[in-house]
């Protein structure tokens, strides 16, 4: 795959794109405490309602430009 010729380079766009919560994760959250400490203010997070919103960035780079 590496040994192709510059033109075919030129010829590939490659991609991605990421997601960047605002507040919290979208996943689950494994937390540790001590026995009979699941109330102490210090062991609380707060919640924000309906996810608190997210950004999705999307980039590409090619060898030829755009």
């Known amino acids: 795959?590496?040994?192709k010729p510059e033109t075919y380079w030129k010829s590939v766009l490659f991609a991605d794109e990421s997601?960047?919560?605002t507040?919290?994760?979208d996943g689950r959250i494994m937390v540790w405490?001590?026995?009979n400490e699941e109330l102490n203010p210090k062991n609380l997070v707060g919640t924000v309602?309906?996810?608190g919103g997210s950004?999705?960035?999307w980039g590409c780079i090619s060898a030829s430009g755009l």
């Open 19 to 21: 997601k960047f919560n």
């Open 55 to 57: 950004v999705l960035v």
């Open 1 to 3: 795959m590496l040994n």
């Open 49 to 51: 309602k309906y996810g």
């Open 33 to 35: 405490r001590r026995k």
């Open 23 to 25: 507040f919290g994760s």
